[in-house]
């Protein structure tokens, strides 16, 4: 089964999950800047003219889409370099892939995945 990994997390820790995702071997990703609230409904600030809402907030959001026997060991990583601790460290959901096309070649599944020396590569399954 083929698995998608969306970690939403905080802005300034998006170079330390993307090297600690290169050491473990994911290879293939996509990088979205977004802006979302969660528990809290976002933050209040205190500026010049008093305090105001900000409702939504800056995130960034990691699409990783790979192999089921990887997800685990992924999201540990992720959660590793992306945490600090305190309230906005982000969120991970996970979904279920139907299937995968690679376009140029026509390889569908685990197949369409596999890059040269990544994860899915180093440990078959
Ligand atoms: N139910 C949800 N659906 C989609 N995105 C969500 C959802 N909840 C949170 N998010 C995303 O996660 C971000 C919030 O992360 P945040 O770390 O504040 O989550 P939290 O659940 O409030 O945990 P914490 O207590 O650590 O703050 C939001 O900016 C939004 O992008
Ligand atoms: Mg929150």
Wanted: proline share 2%; glycine share 12%.
């Amino acid at each position: 089964m083929t698995k998608k990994i969306e970690a939403i997390i905080r802005e300034e820790k998006l170079n330390d999950v993307k090297d600690a995702l290169r050491e473990i071997g994911i290879v293939g990703m996509n990088v979205f800047e977004i802006r979302g609230h969660g528990r809290q409904g976002g933050i209040t600030l205190t500026g010049r003219t008093g305090t105001y809402q900000v409702d939504l907030l800056p995130k960034v959001q990691l699409n990783i889409v790979l192999s089921d026997h990887n997800v685990e060991k992924t999201v540990e990583t992720i959660r590793r370099a992306a945490m600090t601790g305190q309230e906005g460290d982000g969120i991970i959901f996970i979904y279920p892939v139907e299937d995968v096309i690679r376009i140029r070649t026509g390889e569908r599944g685990r197949e369409a995945l596999m890059y040269e020396g990544d994860i899915d590569t180093r440990r078959p399954g």
